[in-house]
């Protein structure tokens, strides 16, 4: 590992010169929060998520939809959005830059989680550590601290009649859309609906490359259930090791990790919920297929002030990159805020209805109005009024027991005569009842997970007495699954020969990249350092032996060489890209080809 230069500064020169990711529109001095995936980043990007997808949902039996990235400000409203989605914003009296006030406090005292301590406390802490503008060095001691709304708003249409906002989170796509995805449900929990694509908030201060930036890549899944009837499948993960970092530790001068099964975190009550326990489990293990290195990981319990508005539990996945601890996934138990806040709001219904065993014979408030007296009196609002009433007798019957009642249509209050409202309690047999599922949601950062795994695949190792980096990514992830050369490039042979290959392997479904440009060790290593799994060569010995021809396949991490039949490169490559084999498998079927192939 390099000591002139920190993990991260090492990672965006990489990214910056391998095409993996580097800040958007620089033609034009760029804007702060906003990047670009070059072609390597954005095939890594790529199969990230269709790792997530298929784990996700292809495997837990998901729905997946597509949600536009604008909605209309009711959805906001409604979700709580446009009130409790604020950070701390300081501004410098000096230079008039601006900048989040709990992150200038975590950068520079020993405190870790400003953002979960009120206003009053931060800005003591900014005044009694004497902190200072990181752009000009004035004092920001006794500046006063705001909430600043994070939300990027724009209008729908011409004008600015209907104001709408770019969506701060995609799981708003699904609540909004619930009444028609629990159709496809068949009105039955549980059941999950996914999402993946573009979330937008406006960061008072963009900061760590692309771990906090204005537009991002989230991958969610809301999963519906009936608190008091479904459990998760928990056994199929009771084994799973984790590394817990609880509230309760969190909080103590000595606390430590907890490392533990989640079946033992669920039955000890340090994860309180076992459907959060349940995809906790699912995560360990997805994101040590993906390629974090499980060393650097761990599961964080938010505590009580960072909990956001609707999350009565949520753990965080965290992965350790520059000494720094990156959220990129969370795992909330959001209860039924969500879909009732929408079915408060709106004019759906985002119930489900839950069948009884048997028929129940309940006692039901109910009220018949008068309409012979409702119509003279509210005209066209009649039925509206009476809507209203039969809605109030459900939620508060005891509302009738005053000689009038009122209710609000249209935002107008209506006044009725308890009389005309007809209201009674009466028995009727019942089969069932509307309940408002509740959501538990894994919801994961895809430009956090690409960074980490970026960060924890890079290594530094000699070959043939040369130093050389490498990303030992996962050939599940790998933005190129193989890479194909020509031992020598002006030989006509084996660059048809070369040619003729990456024909087959596109064809069989391979990322493909041909190179015939430098000597073979430079292109090995140039495949290294992007992380290219297997690199297939094209040499006379394969050509003009006696036996069937053969090419050799080397392996990035390990640079060793075995020759391999053409005939049985796409099928030996395909089982041990896909886990199915080892490359130590093929070394022991295989002749292993000689130290110092790499010159």
């Known amino acids: 590992m390099s000591e002139e230069r920190t993990e991260g500064e090492r990672l965006a020169e ?10 958007a529109s620089g033609a034009y001095g760029g804007a702060a929060g906003f990047y670009t995936f070059g072609p390597q980043g954005a095939a890594l990007k790529s199969n990230v998520e269709d790792a997530w997808r298929d784990r996700f949902t292809v495997q837990e039996g998901n729905f997946e939809i597509e949600a536009p990235t604008i909605m209309p400000e009711p959805v ?3 979700s709580g959005h446009l009130d409790g ?9 000096d230079c008039g830059e601006s900048h989040r006030a709990d992150h200038l406090v975590e950068d520079n005292t020993d405190v870790e989680d400003a953002e979960s301590l009120p206003i009053e406390e931060v800005e003591a802490l900014i005044a009694d550590n004497d902190l200072r503008c990181p752009n000009c060095g004035g004092s920001l001691a006794g500046e006063e601290i705001e909430d600043f709304n994070l939300m990027f708003e724009t209008n729908i249409g011409p004008g600015s009649s209907t104001p709408g906002y770019l969506r701060p989170e995609t799981a708003q796509g699904i609540f909004v859309e619930f009444p028609r995805i629990k159709e496809y449900a068949r009105n039955s929990l549980p059941f999950g609906a996914t999402q993946i694509g573009r979330a937008y908030r406006n960061e008072i201060s963009p900061r760590k490359s692309i ?15 009936d608190p008091e009837r479904d459990e998760p499948d928990l056994e199929s993960v009771a084994d799973v090791e984790v590394t817990l970092y609880p509230a309760t530790e969190q909080g103590s001068e000595d606390g430590e990790y907890v490392e533990t099964t989640v079946g033992e975190a669920v039955e000890e009550g340090i994860v309180g919920d076992a459907w959060i326990g349940y995809f906790l489990g699912i995560a360990q293990e997805w994101y040590e297929r993906v390629g974090v290195d499980m060393d650097r990981f761990r599961f964080r319990q938010h505590l009580a002030g960072e909990r956001a508005h609707y999350a009565a539990d949520c753990w965080d996945a965290e992965s350790e990159v520059d000494g720094d601890w990156i959220e990129i996934a969370g795992f909330a138990y959001r209860g039924d805020y969500d879909l009732s806040k929408h079915g408060e709001h709106s004019d759906d219904d985002f119930t489900i209805f839950r069948q009884f065993d048997e ?3 309940v006692e039901k408030a109910v009220v018949d109005p008068d309409m012979s007296v409702l119509g003279p009196e509210f005209g066209g609002a009649a039925a509206d009024v009476k809507s209203a009433l039969e809605e109030l007798a459900e939620r508060d019957p005891s509302a009738f027991d005053d000689e009038t009642v009122s209710v609000t249509v249209g935002g107008e209050a209506k006044t009725v005569d308890s009389d005309v409202a007809n209201y009674r309690v009466e028995e009727q047999t019942v089969s069932g009842e509307h309940i408002t599922p509740h959501v538990i949601e894994p919801s994961f950062g895809v430009d956090r997970t690409v960074y980490t795994l970026l ?3 890079y290594n530094e190792d000699e070959v043939d007495g040369e130093t050389r980096s490498y990303l030992s990514l996962s050939p599940t992830v790998a933005s190129t699954d193989v890479g194909v050369f020509p031992l020598v490039s002006n030989v006509g042979e084996l660059t048809a020969r070369a040619e003729a290959l990456v024909e087959d392997l596109r064809e069989s479904g391979f990322s493909v990249v041909y190179d015939d440009s430098g000597s073979i060790g430079r292109r090995y290593r140039r495949q290294d350092e992007v992380g290219t799994p297997f690199c297939v060569t ?18 990035r991490d390990t640079a060793r060489q075995v020759r391999v039949p053409i005939d049985a490169l796409v099928e030996e490559l395909r089982a041990v890209a896909g886990d199915e084999t080892s490359f130590d498998d093929l070394v022991e079927e295989y002749d292993l080809v000689a130290p110092g192939a790499d010159a």
């Open 14 to 23: 990489l990214a910056k010169r391998r095409g993996y990711f580097f800040g």
């Open 76 to 78: 906001f409203e409604a």
């Open 85 to 93: 989605f604020d950070d701390m914003l300081v501004e410098c009296p």
């Open 211 to 225: 771990v906090r930036t204005r537009e991002f890549t989230q991958a969610e899944l809301e999963q519906f259930v």
């Open 359 to 361: 028929p129940k014979t």
């Open 455 to 457: 960060a924890h695949a």
């Open 538 to 555: 094209v040499d006379r010995d394969g050509l003009e032996g006696d036996g069937p021809d053969s090419v050799t396949i080397r392996e």
